[in-house]
């Protein structure tokens, strides 16, 4: 599974939109790309994920740039309940060992 | 649907103790999956079960064992808890062995 790079924390303004980027530069190209949050002391929530078209969901949007070297989470009107670490995972789809691969994520805190 | 669900919530063992942590799910879910996190830190797989009657180990194994009850059920068993066990434990549930995995709330264990 190609690794992922994500900037360690960031901050956003109530209302406004969350941009939340992942470089993703090995990725393979029958490899997906997730995304996940953990609340704090949750389990993890699944978002979104996608291949290599942009797609959008209730919850957010996801934007895979042509070369599908990095990808962009969307949170188009972020809410303090939204503070959380948002983890991006690369993965193939239905591969031998469905385990995901937790790195540290983004720490995203949305302010008033 | 209560999703997946897990029992304790909390549980605080001496050094030597064992203990049973449960899991179940109501998604009609082919695979399952114990993880662990520790402070600060990423999910780590400690084992899964890909389909009911087959458990494999992950990335961090050892001190652990699992059952795969029936389809609904994964149960992981600590023999001889040690302090280095000492972590918040997430189980998680997906249709078949794909990335899009639900977790349950966490038991968080203490080992003194």
């Known amino acids: 599974d190609a690794k992922t790079t994500q900037p360690t924390s960031m901050d956003c303004a109530e209302g406004r939109a969350a941009n939340l980027p992942c470089n993703h530069s090995?990725?393979?190209?029958?490899?997906?790309v997730y995304w996940y949050r953990q609340i704090h002391s949750q389990g993890p929530q699944y978002i979104i994920h996608?291949?290599?078209n942009n797609e959008t969901n209730e919850m957010a949007s996801l934007i895979i740039t042509e070369d599908r070297k990095s990808s962009t989470l969307i949170l188009p009107h972020a809410t303090l309940r939204d503070t959380a670490v948002y983890y991006c995972i690369v993965k193939y789809y239905g591969g031998s060992q469905g385990n995901l691969i937790f790195g540290k994520g983004t720490k995203l805190s949305v302010k008033p | 649907n209560a999703g997946v669900t897990q029992t304790p919530k909390f549980q605080v063992l001496k050094t030597g103790q064992s203990m049973t942590l449960q899991c179940a799910q109501d998604?009609?879910?082919?695979?399952m999956y114990w993880y662990r996190q520790d402070p600060g830190m990423g999910l780590r797989l400690i084992y899964y079960s890909a389909s009911e009657g087959t458990t494999d180990k992950g990335e961090v194994p050892n001190g652990y064992n699992v059952s795969r009850l029936n389809k609904r059920e994964f149960s992981l068993r600590l023999e001889s808890a040690a302090p280095s066990q000492t972590s918040v434990y997430f189980c998680a549930s997906s249709e078949d062995q794909l990335v899009v995995q639900f977790f349950g709330p966490g038991t968080r264990l203490t080992v003194l």
């Open positions: 090995t990725i393979s190209g029958n490899e997906y």
């Open positions: 998604m009609n879910h082919n695979s």
């Open positions: 996608g291949l290599k």
